[in-house]
Protein backbone atom coordinates (compact mmCIF):
# COMPACT_ATOMS: atom_id res chain seq x y z
CA UNK A 1 0.00 0.00 0.00
CA UNK A 2 1.43 3.34 -0.98
CA UNK A 3 2.01 6.14 1.59
CA UNK A 4 -1.22 7.78 -0.40
CA UNK A 5 -3.69 5.63 -0.62
CA UNK A 6 -7.22 6.73 0.58
CA UNK A 7 -7.47 6.82 3.95
CA UNK A 8 -10.40 3.99 5.18
CA UNK A 9 -13.77 6.16 5.75
CA UNK A 10 -14.74 5.84 9.55
CA UNK A 11 -17.78 4.22 10.26
CA UNK A 12 -20.76 6.78 10.66
CA UNK A 13 -21.25 6.25 14.71
CA UNK A 14 -25.26 5.36 15.14
CA UNK A 15 -27.06 7.41 17.39
CA UNK A 16 -29.06 4.98 18.78
CA UNK A 17 -28.85 6.80 22.88
CA UNK A 18 -29.99 9.86 22.24
CA UNK A 19 -31.10 12.75 24.86
CA UNK A 20 -35.09 12.69 24.61
CA UNK A 21 -34.97 16.57 25.60
CA UNK A 22 -31.91 18.61 25.03
CA UNK A 23 -31.34 22.16 26.28
CA UNK A 24 -28.35 24.25 24.33
CA UNK A 25 -27.16 27.17 25.56
CA UNK A 26 -25.84 29.17 22.53
CA UNK A 27 -23.24 30.75 24.11
CA UNK A 28 -19.59 32.55 22.58
CA UNK A 29 -21.57 34.98 19.64
CA UNK A 30 -20.24 38.46 21.41
CA UNK A 31 -16.80 36.99 21.56
CA UNK A 32 -16.77 35.64 18.07
CA UNK A 33 -18.00 38.61 16.93
CA UNK A 34 -15.40 40.35 19.04
CA UNK A 35 -12.47 38.28 17.49
CA UNK A 36 -12.97 39.74 13.82
CA UNK A 37 -13.60 43.37 15.25
CA UNK A 38 -17.40 43.03 14.36
CA UNK A 39 -20.16 44.78 16.59
CA UNK A 40 -21.73 42.06 19.17
CA UNK A 41 -25.05 41.83 16.87
CA UNK A 42 -22.89 40.07 14.21
CA UNK A 43 -22.35 36.92 16.29
CA UNK A 44 -26.36 36.77 16.80
CA UNK A 45 -26.56 36.75 13.11
CA UNK A 46 -24.30 33.97 12.30
CA UNK A 47 -25.77 32.49 15.68
CA UNK A 48 -29.01 32.68 14.63
CA UNK A 49 -27.88 30.59 11.46
CA UNK A 50 -26.24 28.07 13.32
CA UNK A 51 -29.53 27.66 15.33
CA UNK A 52 -31.12 26.46 12.25
CA UNK A 53 -28.83 24.45 11.54
CA UNK A 54 -28.27 22.49 14.34
CA UNK A 55 -32.11 22.52 15.26
CA UNK A 56 -32.66 20.41 11.82
CA UNK A 57 -30.01 18.27 12.74
CA UNK A 58 -30.99 17.14 16.26
CA UNK A 59 -34.29 16.49 14.41
CA UNK A 60 -32.50 13.88 11.92
CA UNK A 61 -30.81 12.52 15.19
CA UNK A 62 -33.88 11.54 16.61
CA UNK A 63 -34.05 14.07 19.48
CA UNK A 64 -37.80 13.97 20.39
CA UNK A 65 -37.47 17.61 22.48
CA UNK A 66 -34.87 20.65 22.06
CA UNK A 67 -35.14 24.07 24.11
CA UNK A 68 -32.62 26.77 22.71
CA UNK A 69 -32.14 29.24 24.98
CA UNK A 70 -32.18 32.07 23.19
CA UNK A 71 -33.36 34.98 25.42
CA UNK A 72 -32.88 35.27 29.29
CA UNK A 73 -35.09 37.61 32.06
CA UNK A 74 -31.48 38.61 32.39
CA UNK A 75 -30.46 39.66 29.14
CA UNK A 76 -32.61 42.80 29.28
CA UNK A 77 -29.18 44.25 30.92
CA UNK A 78 -27.71 44.44 27.49
CA UNK A 79 -27.00 47.64 25.93
CA UNK A 80 -30.84 48.14 24.23
CA UNK A 81 -29.02 47.96 20.06
CA UNK A 82 -28.39 44.65 21.56
CA UNK A 83 -31.79 43.57 22.58
CA UNK A 84 -33.21 44.91 19.70
CA UNK A 85 -30.64 43.11 17.02
CA UNK A 86 -31.58 39.62 18.90
CA UNK A 87 -35.46 40.89 19.06
CA UNK A 88 -35.34 41.39 15.12
CA UNK A 89 -33.47 38.08 14.70
CA UNK A 90 -36.74 36.36 15.98
CA UNK A 91 -38.91 38.32 14.16
CA UNK A 92 -36.72 37.61 10.71
CA UNK A 93 -36.53 33.78 11.84
CA UNK A 94 -40.20 33.46 12.91
CA UNK A 95 -41.53 35.41 9.01
CA UNK A 96 -39.40 33.14 7.13
CA UNK A 97 -40.15 29.96 9.15
CA UNK A 98 -44.03 30.56 8.52
CA UNK A 99 -44.00 28.76 5.22
CA UNK A 100 -41.18 26.11 6.29
CA UNK A 101 -43.34 24.95 9.47
CA UNK A 102 -46.16 23.60 6.87
CA UNK A 103 -43.29 21.52 5.32
CA UNK A 104 -41.57 19.98 8.82
CA UNK A 105 -42.84 17.81 11.32
CA UNK A 106 -41.69 19.94 14.11
CA UNK A 107 -43.89 21.65 17.12
CA UNK A 108 -42.66 24.88 17.52
CA UNK A 109 -43.03 26.16 21.42
CA UNK A 110 -41.49 29.22 23.12
CA UNK A 111 -41.23 29.09 26.88
CA UNK A 112 -40.45 32.56 29.00
CA UNK A 113 -43.00 35.33 29.72
CA UNK A 114 -43.90 36.64 26.15
CA UNK A 115 -46.17 39.56 27.66
CA UNK A 116 -43.77 42.27 27.19
CA UNK A 117 -42.14 41.38 23.99
CA UNK A 118 -43.23 43.54 21.25
CA UNK A 119 -46.83 42.97 20.03
CA UNK A 120 -45.96 41.66 16.97
CA UNK A 121 -43.31 39.25 17.68
CA UNK A 122 -45.91 37.90 20.42
CA UNK A 123 -48.54 37.53 17.46
CA UNK A 124 -45.79 35.71 15.51
CA UNK A 125 -44.85 33.25 17.96
CA UNK A 126 -48.64 32.41 18.48
CA UNK A 127 -48.99 31.63 14.51
CA UNK A 128 -46.16 29.99 14.68
CA UNK A 129 -47.18 27.52 17.82
CA UNK A 130 -50.54 27.43 16.43
CA UNK A 131 -48.95 26.31 12.49
CA UNK A 132 -47.27 23.60 14.35
CA UNK A 133 -49.80 22.29 17.20
CA UNK A 134 -50.88 19.47 15.38
CA UNK A 135 -47.19 18.15 13.87
CA UNK A 136 -45.72 14.77 15.70
CA UNK A 137 -42.48 15.31 15.18
CA UNK A 138 -39.49 16.85 17.40
CA UNK A 139 -40.82 19.62 19.57
CA UNK A 140 -38.41 22.46 19.22
CA UNK A 141 -38.81 24.90 22.31
CA UNK A 142 -37.61 28.86 21.96
CA UNK A 143 -36.55 30.10 25.75
CA UNK A 144 -37.95 33.53 24.75
CA UNK A 145 -37.82 36.20 28.11
CA UNK A 146 -36.68 32.58 30.07
CA UNK A 147 -35.53 32.13 33.58
CA UNK A 148 -35.59 29.07 35.34
CA UNK A 149 -36.28 30.87 38.67
CA UNK A 150 -39.40 33.34 37.42
CA UNK A 151 -40.56 30.17 36.03
CA UNK A 152 -40.81 28.13 39.26
CA UNK A 153 -41.79 31.95 40.75
CA UNK A 154 -45.13 31.52 38.35
CA UNK A 155 -45.53 28.13 39.07
CA UNK A 156 -45.25 28.65 42.86
CA UNK A 157 -47.97 31.81 42.42
CA UNK A 158 -50.57 29.84 40.30
CA UNK A 159 -50.62 26.69 42.61
CA UNK A 160 -51.18 29.29 45.57
CA UNK A 161 -54.42 31.02 43.41
CA UNK A 162 -55.31 27.25 43.19
CA UNK A 163 -55.31 26.47 46.80
CA UNK A 164 -56.75 29.69 47.40
CA UNK A 165 -59.42 28.71 45.14
CA UNK A 166 -60.04 25.93 46.86
CA UNK A 167 -59.08 23.86 43.58
CA UNK A 168 -55.98 22.44 45.24
CA UNK A 169 -54.91 20.90 48.50
CA UNK A 170 -51.81 21.25 49.88
CA UNK A 171 -51.29 17.91 50.76
CA UNK A 172 -51.74 17.10 46.72
CA UNK A 173 -48.93 19.24 45.98
CA UNK A 174 -45.87 17.16 44.97
CA UNK A 175 -43.03 17.30 42.36
CA UNK A 176 -45.68 16.21 39.84
CA UNK A 177 -48.01 19.36 40.61
CA UNK A 178 -44.34 21.38 39.90
CA UNK A 179 -43.94 19.88 37.16
CA UNK A 180 -47.12 20.14 35.42
CA UNK A 181 -47.21 24.12 36.36
CA UNK A 182 -43.95 24.74 34.38
CA UNK A 183 -43.98 26.09 30.71
CA UNK A 184 -42.78 22.19 29.60
CA UNK A 185 -45.28 20.68 31.24
CA UNK A 186 -46.14 17.54 29.51
CA UNK A 187 -42.54 17.42 28.19
CA UNK A 188 -39.80 14.96 29.58
CA UNK A 189 -37.25 15.91 31.98
CA UNK A 190 -33.81 17.22 30.02
CA UNK A 191 -31.27 14.94 29.65
CA UNK A 192 -28.62 16.81 28.64
CA UNK A 193 -27.57 20.23 28.70
CA UNK A 194 -25.01 21.16 26.08
CA UNK A 195 -23.15 24.64 26.13
CA UNK A 196 -20.10 25.36 23.87
CA UNK A 197 -18.02 28.54 24.55
CA UNK A 198 -16.27 27.21 27.66
CA UNK A 199 -18.10 28.65 30.24
CA UNK A 200 -19.24 26.09 32.67
CA UNK A 201 -22.77 27.10 34.20
CA UNK A 202 -26.11 26.57 33.94
CA UNK A 203 -27.37 30.61 34.03
CA UNK A 204 -30.88 30.11 34.82
CA UNK A 205 -31.52 27.45 32.29
CA UNK A 206 -34.47 24.89 33.24
CA UNK A 207 -33.08 24.41 36.46
CA UNK A 208 -36.21 22.42 37.91
CA UNK A 209 -36.03 20.46 34.58
CA UNK A 210 -32.48 19.48 34.79
CA UNK A 211 -32.22 17.42 38.09
CA UNK A 212 -30.37 14.84 36.62
CA UNK A 213 -29.08 16.56 33.34
CA UNK A 214 -25.47 15.53 31.67
CA UNK A 215 -23.91 18.35 30.77
CA UNK A 216 -21.24 18.76 28.13
CA UNK A 217 -19.40 21.26 27.52
CA UNK A 218 -17.20 22.47 24.67
CA UNK A 219 -14.70 25.00 23.88
CA UNK A 220 -16.02 26.24 20.29
CA UNK A 221 -18.01 29.37 19.95
CA UNK A 222 -21.40 29.34 18.80
CA UNK A 223 -21.20 30.53 15.59
CA UNK A 224 -18.57 28.37 14.56
CA UNK A 225 -20.47 25.37 16.26
CA UNK A 226 -21.38 22.85 13.37
CA UNK A 227 -23.81 19.40 13.22
CA UNK A 228 -20.33 17.35 13.43
CA UNK A 229 -19.58 19.50 16.95
CA UNK A 230 -23.46 17.99 18.07
CA UNK A 231 -22.47 14.43 16.80
CA UNK A 232 -19.25 14.50 18.89
CA UNK A 233 -21.98 15.90 22.04
CA UNK A 234 -24.24 12.88 21.44
CA UNK A 235 -21.10 10.97 21.55
CA UNK A 236 -20.21 12.10 24.83
CA UNK A 237 -23.40 11.94 26.15
CA UNK A 238 -24.46 8.43 24.59
CA UNK A 239 -21.21 7.46 26.96
CA UNK A 240 -21.86 8.77 30.14
CA UNK A 241 -23.75 6.00 32.79
CA UNK A 242 -26.66 7.91 34.11
CA UNK A 243 -27.48 6.56 37.73
CA UNK A 244 -30.88 8.86 38.67
CA UNK A 245 -29.20 8.35 42.30
CA UNK A 246 -28.74 4.61 42.31
CA UNK A 247 -25.48 2.98 41.80
C1 LIG B 1 -25.19 34.29 24.24
O1 LIG B 1 -23.95 34.69 23.69
C2 LIG B 1 -26.22 34.48 23.26
C3 LIG B 1 -27.39 35.18 23.44
C4 LIG B 1 -27.73 35.84 24.69
C5 LIG B 1 -28.36 35.35 22.35
C6 LIG B 1 -28.59 34.12 21.54
C7 LIG B 1 -29.37 34.49 20.36
C8 LIG B 1 -29.17 34.03 19.13
C9 LIG B 1 -28.20 32.98 18.75
C10 LIG B 1 -30.05 34.53 18.03
C11 LIG B 1 -31.33 33.87 18.21
C12 LIG B 1 -32.19 33.95 17.10
C13 LIG B 1 -33.07 33.01 16.81
C14 LIG B 1 -33.85 33.18 15.62
C15 LIG B 1 -33.29 31.81 17.63
P1 LIG B 1 -23.25 36.00 24.25
O2 LIG B 1 -23.75 37.14 23.48
O3 LIG B 1 -23.44 36.09 25.73
O4 LIG B 1 -21.75 35.72 23.91
P2 LIG B 1 -20.46 36.15 24.78
O5 LIG B 1 -20.51 35.34 26.04
O6 LIG B 1 -19.35 35.76 23.91
O7 LIG B 1 -20.57 37.62 25.00
Redesign the pocket.
Known amino acids: MGLFTKRQKQPEPTFDVVPAHLGII???????AKKRGLP?QA??VT??RV?RTIAKHCEKRGISTVT?Y???TE?WKRPPEEVEA?MN??RQ?LKESLEDFKKENIRTRFIGDRSVLAPDIQELMAEAEEATAHKTGMVLN?AINYGGRAELTTAMRRIAEEVREGALVPEAIDEDCITERLYTAGQPDVDMILRP?G?YRLSNFLIWQCAYAEYVFDEI??PDFTVKDLDRALEAYAGRHRRFGGV
Open positions: MDGNGRWRGHGAFFTFSNILLYLSELW
